[in-house]
């Protein structure tokens, strides 16, 4: 999966929206459906990595900064 984690999110995003569609086209083999499938799992994986690295900087950017978090 190193492949996969280098990704940007946009990119698995919209390979997966492809697998996606392929698959419920229909007209494939049960191997080439599950090869498809797996893709989709690991694609959606890395979506959902990038969604909660995004929403953890956004919490730590919101959260209160502590008077000792401060500069001065």
Do not use: I, N
Request: aromatic content about 6%.
């Amino acid at each position: 999966m190193a492949q996969d984690e280098t990704l940007s999110y946009e990119k698995a995003r919209d390979e997966l929206a492809e697998v996606v569609k392929r698959l419920e086209t229909g007209g494939l083999t049960l191997e080439e459906s599950l090869v498809l499938w797996e893709r989709g799992e690991k694609l959606a994986s890395v979506c959902e990595e990038w969604l909660e690295g995004a929403r953890a900087r956004l919490a730590a950017a919101m959260a209160p900064q502590s008077d000792e978090d401060a500069p001065f």
